[in-house]
């Protein structure tokens, strides 16, 4: 366990670490663009140089990402020499960069902009035009890339070498008109997990085409959530808009109750830095049409008589099945066993399969079950049935993904779902219930890791929380 | 003839490259020898002959080689770096035309000593015929049943494999060889892990200028304590000099170490082109800094004289420039040169090269400005010690050399708009 | 490609065990000597045949000066432009070949037979200027000589010129 000092203080190295690895586990920050804790050290931004002491009192400067740890070393961070050397540096990386802060997506959370504060802060040296190149390739359906914000860090081609192994992206040409370009093989249009070299890219030049333009990063607020997009249950935040920052043009409104994008949570036990391609389409996923009020077969029913309607068809149920939603929360879960598990027979149910040209599974985070919260009704309800019993007089459904024709000729429907659908009508009675944007809760993964998830919005008027609802669908005709 | 030679020591004929010629000059008995020798005992021998690395840093050849012990079991790979890419270097295109058996020789016994059953000769993709030479002497030697094969009277195998480059000066870095090996673009790497230690596919890789190699024969036929009779005590043994531009005999000579600068330019090269005045000298390739004639008249052809005037030997391409010279559009050259050579991994050279390249661009189109000459050492000095490789650092040094000695030139031209010499780059009859 | 297979087999062999990835550059250059050029089905084949990804043939493709994804005249002439041959008339060998052929550096004359390139430096500083005439290099050249190869390939008929 090598032991180093890093200004000024001591610290304790794991042996083979870098100083950069080793700083970054005391709490000790050097800056850099092109390294990355998941990926492997090309060392070419030249931005993380530390000094090191030599024993004549000099001092020698090079880059922190490949320096392995020595015992009894001593490293400056920021040194008179380091900061003129970082100031070079950071000349060099902006001398072509475009000045695009102004109608650049990244501006507020772009490194470049933070590091060309911290160590230069001046105007460029330069008496020469920049240069220039593509300032709108489609890199993909889903990414646009600005060559000119690029500054070559290859994070991005990395990725797809090291982590996704698509092989979808590469550096071509060389010198100053090196560019990076995705294969033509098109693998990278292919690769389930491309957007994370949105996240990667340290400046603009990388950009989710449906985010394009939407928001200032600073309009935006990121709540913690969980992916329902497999029993993966990545970690990731939701970003929407600040309650200062709301449009307020009654015809932009819609877009203040929307996620305007999706971004990774780091969780080492389930995740990692990645989402797939899925997680960031959770706004369109989770943003389709609402069912907007409750319905007796199809047709509008004021809200505490159809509550009133379902109780009544629950209580005088003989034979009444439940078709739980792998959507639900262990909460809601909770509530439900709490009011209705003892009445009811318990089948299980996956409100979604893969969709033709989705990933089914791979060996990095995708998994079958397009469902996050299967091991939750596991270990809340117990094992449930496959099919709903050929003598069911009720059947209680909940949640997406259920085949009408299932229900026994003559049996009742109570249907609760969140979303607009065909099948809504098919219920005796339909009651419209929450998202999981709408409250907290946690899902429990594959692996029996449990993760929670926060509010983003307040449900619309007219829509139950499920985990309420159950306690005023048991009980014989007490409680709201 | 500047000293004793070594290398250069036969008469070149239309068959002197011939594996019959080479045997009858005493070729391969030196081979003979060396298998008899324990490896380590070659690396010491080599290592106590003081050779010092001809690919331009004048590395000693033995230490590199003491890093990597040949170990059973383990596998090294040993490549002969003959990208001579260098401008102003053509000595190592010598050696393949003329003497490409010595190298095949030099290779089998380095391999020997370190452990490697495959080498490479990495040869720039441009070069014709010494590509069609060594390629035909390894082919010959694996008829004769030197390589490919235990050596007759040994169990030692080696197999070497000509590896064509493709049009990159990276290519004569040894990270970026390697990577060119590799089948991938040709980037140079970060040190650490060294080369000796995770090379070529990651195994320890020692990579040998083909003029270094050269000398492992001679070395071996007559032993460190002979070799160091010839040139000095710092600088032992002999140096392939390319000498070109403006003087009356260009080519290559082999030139003993602790020869006089001065003699060889005038006697042994014939002098000036058309006679004229000497101007300066580019020393050993456009990397390393130019010194005036004034600043070699008492130097000789040595390390220990050459770099304490500020320069060095590098890989003994010398660049002879008479007066009348415009330094402005010389430099030009140079930028234009390392700009388009750069492999664009690293900010510093990447953004740098282009940046000296239309800076100097703009000079020449008389819309220089006096901040440019700092800005120019401000862009050399940022690339020294800074980047992957010493490309950055070696476009600083020439730069750096330049604007020391001719800064008058620039201010001139940036002032005048038009240069001091009118844009001569040659040397008039 | 297909057809060059049996030749790639053979190169294999010098080549040690685990050296597959090697042979995208040799490919390259054999693929090139057959074809002019490398075309997008060479490259599809080429990664099948070694098993690299195809961004990988097309980095090394993009990178390397003397590798090309188009045909270019029948005779490339390549004139060095760097120190020792700028200071040994190189400059005046590109004019006058740019009159000659009537392009500019980078073309390709209308009838095919000519692409006059300048290039860096090619080792040849001593007997500057140097020109390679497609794989050849002619050296100490002089207005006269150049004319001589220009003429040679014209009337189709082989120049000796060399050194």
Redesign the interface.
């Known amino acids: 366990m090598p032991r180093l000092s890093i200004d000024g203080r001591e610290i304790e190295a794991k042996a083979g670490q870098t100083v950069m690895q080793a700083a970054r586990d005391n709490g000790i920050f050097i800056p850099y663009f092109c390294w990355h804790p998941n990926l492997s050290?090309?060392?070419?931004?030249?931005?993380c140089?530390v000094g090191v002491a030599e024993k004549d009192g000099g001092e020698w400067?090079e880059?922190a990402c490949?320096m392995?740890v020595a015992e009894g070393m001593v490293v400056f961070t920021a040194s008179e020499k380091v900061k003129a050397?970082r100031k070079?540096?950071m000349?060099?990386?902006t001398?072509?960069h475009p000045v695009d802060c102004g109608i650049c997506d990244k501006a507020g959370e772009c490194t470049l902009q933070d590091y060309h504060f911290e160590y230069n802060g001046e105007r460029s040296?330069?008496?020469?035009a920049k240069?220039h190149a593509t300032k709108h390739f489609d890199l993909s359906d889903r990414i646009v890339l600005d060559n000119e914000r690029c500054?070559?860090c290859t994070r991005c081609v990395r990725f797809t070498r090291e982590i996704s192994k698509s092989n979808g992206l590469g550096?071509l040409?060389?010198?100053?008109?090196?560019i990076v370009r995705p294969s033509a093989d098109g693998s990278f249009a292919t690769d389930a997990y491309s957007d994370n070299v949105i996240d990667l890219c340290p400046v603009g030049a990388l950009l989710a085409k449906d985010f394009l333009h939407q928001a200032r990063v600073w309009y935006l607020k990121a709540t913690p959530s969980v992916c329902p997009g497999c029993e993966r249950g990545c970690g990731v935040n939701l970003w929407h808009r600040k309650d200062e920052w709301m449009l307020r043009s009654p015809r932009q409104a819609a877009r203040n109750e929307g996620i305007d994008r999706v971004t990774p949570i780091e969780n080492p036990a389930v995740n990692g830095p990645w989402v797939c391609n899925k997680a960031r389409d959770l706004p369109k996923l989770l943003g389709r049409t609402r069912a907007a009020g409750a319905m007796f077969k199809g047709a509008p029913a004021p809200l505490e008589a159809a509550v009133l309607e379902a109780r009544t068809l629950i209580t005088e149920a003989k034979r009444p099945a439940a078709v739980i939603s792998s959507w639900a929360s262990n909460e809601e879960l909770a509530a439900f066993k709490a009011a209705l598990g003892a009445r009811f027979a318990l089948v299980g149910k996956r409100d979604h399969e893969p969709q033709p040209g989705e990933v089914v599974q791979d060996d990095l985070l995708i998994r079958a079950d397009k469902n996050p919260n299967a091991a939750g009704v596991r270990a809340v309800l117990g094992e449930c049935a496959a099919q709903v019993p050929g003598d069911a007089d009720l059947v209680l459904v909940w949640g997406e993904g259920f085949d009408f024709r299932a229900v026994p000729a003559g049996a009742k429907i109570v249907f609760l779902n969140a979303f607009l659908a065909p099948e809504n009508g098919h219920a005796d009675v339909f009651l419209p219930v929450s998202i999981q944007t709408e409250r907290s809760g946690h899902y429990t993964n594959f692996a029996g890791v449990t993760s929670r998830f926060e509010p983003c919005f307040a449900p619309a008027a007219g829509v139950l929380h499920a985990e309420a609802l159950f306690g005023s669908l048991a009980g014989n005709g007490r409680g709201a | 003839m500047p000293g004793r030679q070594l290398i250069m020591n036969f008469e070149v004929t239309p068959t002197s490259h011939t594996f019959a010629d080479y045997k009858a000059r005493g070729g391969y008995e030196t081979l003979g020898k060396a298998l008899a020798m324990a490896p380590a005992d070659i690396t010491k021998e080599v290592t106590a002959s003081g050779l010092l690395g001809h690919g331009g840093a004048a590395f000693p050849v033995g230490r590199k080689w003491g890093v990597m012990k040949p170990n059973p079991g383990e596998?090294h790979y040993l490549c002969a770096n003959a990208d001579?890419?260098?401008?102003?270097?053509?000595k190592d295109?010598w050696i393949l035309e003329h003497a490409p058996h010595l190298l095949v020789e030099s290779m089998l016994i380095t391999s020997y000593a370190l452990g490697v059953?495959?080498a490479f000769v990495y040869i720039?993709?441009?070069?014709?015929?010494p590509y069609r030479r060594i390629q035909a002497a390894i082919d010959e030697a694996y008829a004769a049943g030197l390589l490919g094969k235990p050596v007759p009277g040994s169990d030692f195998t080696l197999?070497i494999?000509v590896?064509?480059?493709?049009?990159?000066?990276v290519c004569g870095e040894a990270s970026g060889l390697i990577t060119?090996?590799?089948?991938?673009?040709?980037y140079p790497r970060?040190r650490?892990p060294r080369l000796t230690v995770k090379g070529l596919?990651q195994k320890p890789t020692v990579i040998n200028n083909v003029e270094s190699l050269a000398n492992i024969t001679g070395i071996i036929r007559m032993g460190a304590e002979e070799f160091r009779k010839v040139g000095t005590a710092k600088s032992p043994g002999t140096q392939l000099i390319?000498?070109?531009?403006?003087i009356a005999k260009?080519?290559?000579y082999e030139v003993e170490y602790g020869y006089s600068w001065a003699k060889f330019l005038d006697e042994d090269c014939g002098g000036m082109l058309h006679g004229a005045k000497m101007k300066c000298v580019?020393p050993g390739g456009?990397s390393t800094k130019v010194l005036t004639r004034a600043e070699i008249e008492n130097l000789t052809l040595s390390h220990e004289s050459v770099n304490p005037a500020g320069s060095g030997l590098g890989s003994g391409?010398m660049?002879v420039?008479a007066e009348g010279?415009c330094m402005v559009r010389?430099l030009q050259?140079?930028l234009r040169?390392y700009?388009?050579?750069?492999?664009?991994?690293?900010?510093?050279c990447?953004?740098?090269?282009?940046?000296m390249h239309?800076?100097i661009d703009?000079i020449l189109a008389g819309e220089g400005?006096p901040?440019?000459i700092d800005?120019l050492y401000?862009i050399s000095h940022?690339n020294d010690?800074?980047?992957?490789c010493g490309m950055g650092d070696a476009a600083g040094f020439a730069t750096v050399g330049i604007l020391n000695k001719f800064r008058d030139e620039f201010e001139y031209f940036i002032a005048n708009k038009r240069s001091k010499m009118d844009g001569r780059?040659?040397?008039p009859a | 490609m297909r057809h060059l297979i049996p030749e790639f087999e053979k190169m294999k062999e010098?080549?040690?065990a685990?050296?597959e990835?090697?042979?995208?550059?040799?490919c390259?250059?054999r693929i090139q000597a057959d074809r002019g050029f490398v075309a997008d089905e060479d490259i599809v084949a080429l990664c099948e045949y070694?098993k690299?990804p195809r961004i990988?043939v097309e980095?090394?493709l993009s990178?390397?000066?003397?590798?090309r994804r188009e045909g270019i005249g029948k005779t490339h002439l390549q004139v060095c432009?760097?120190?020792?041959c700028?200071?040994?008339?190189a400059?005046g060998v590109i004019e006058h070949a740019c009159k000659r052929l009537g392009v500019k550096p980078g073309a390709t004359t209308a009838d095919g037979k000519f692409t006059l390139s300048t290039?860096?430096?090619?080792?040849?500083?001593?007997?500057?200027p140097v020109v390679?005439v497609n794989?050849?290099?002619h050296e100490n050249i002089t207005l006269e000589t150049l004319d001589r190869i220009i003429d040679g390939v014209v009337e189709e008929r082989a120049v000796e010129i060399k050194k």
């Open positions: 050290v090309p060392g070419n931004c030249r931005i140089v400067v880059i490949n392995p050397r070079a540096t000349e060099f990386i001398l072509n040296v330069s008496r020469d240069t500054i070559q550096m040409d060389r010198g100053d008109h090196s | 596998i001579e890419g260098e401008p102003g270097t053509f295109r059953r495959h720039r993709g441009e070069f014709d015929l197999d494999v590896y064509r480059g493709a049009g990159s000066y060119s090996i590799e089948g991938r673009k040709p970060n650490p596919f390319s000498i070109s531009g403006h260009p080519g290559v580019v456009i391409g660049i420039i010279t010389l050259v140079l040169f700009h388009h050579e750069s492999c664009g991994q690293c900010t510093p990447r953004e740098g090269m282009g940046w239309r800076i703009r400005l901040e440019d800005r401000a940022a010690g800074t980047t992957i780059l040659e040397c | 010098r080549f040690p685990g050296f990835e090697s042979l995208v550059l040799p390259l250059h070694l690299v990988q980095e090394v990178y390397y000066t003397m590798l432009r760097n120190i020792a700028s200071m040994r008339g400059e290039v860096e430096c090619l080792g040849s500083c001593g007997t500057a390679m794989d050849a290099y």
